[in-house]
């Protein structure tokens, strides 16, 4: 059996930085409105991301961060809805998630919904979902990193995790690939390039017509994406750094 459970401790919010977010190049999607779409249901928990640039390529890690990606994003999951992101093996048991950081592909608004879920043998339970503001839009969406603190850590934890970003479910995006467009989605490795750890990619996948679902239980062992890692890491207690500030000069 696993074993997980949340702090009652808030973590401290992240500054917020300013982002000039660009004018979104596509039409909005058609019906259903953009704006009540994006409105988090009551209660929903909500933190703003830190931007910070990356450094020749890379973003270093400290300890405590698993990184599976070489931080050059490629493209974008073409298909609709779900947690799109990287299954996650940490050696140690138990550990913890206190933050996560990643690289995004596209996006419609400003915010985006990150979910961290636990993996069982047959199904997927959620641990922590969150709507994060302040991230680039649409043309700029490939530019920085988002560091962004957990609002509450999941600590105690035993066995895998799948965490990553909330893929669109617009029917205007399914099949749409390409890196700052208006589809929400986490930035992506190209595939077969292995920066030293395997492949991780993995989807959750369900569907929603809210834009914070509230599904909290997904059967099956996920989509795997292939040789491709996806550009999301995640930092807490006893994660040990499994690849360091691989990237290009």
Known sequence: MK???MSAMMLPLAASVAFAAAKPAKTAPTGASAAVARKAAPGTPRVK???RPSVNGVVPEGSGTITYDNNVPFN???TLGGTVGNLFTPPVDPHGVASASFRIAGNYGTSMVLSIWDKEPASFMLLHRELVSSLPSSATATMGTAVVPLTMAIVAHSGQLQGGLRNSDYATCNGDVA???TCDGVALTMGGV?????FHG???PFNST????????VAGTGTSLGTINAIFRITGDNLPVELMK???E
């Open 49 to 51: 991301a830190h931007m």
């Open 76 to 78: 974008r999951n073409g």
């Open 202 to 204: 993995l989807k959750v």
């Open 194 to 198: 292995d920066p030293g750890m395997g």
């Open 3 to 5: 074993r997980w459970m």
């Open 246 to 248: 691989f990237g290009v």
């Open 210 to 217: 809210m834009f914070v679902p509230t599904v909290t239980t």
């Open 179 to 181: 890196l700052n467009s």
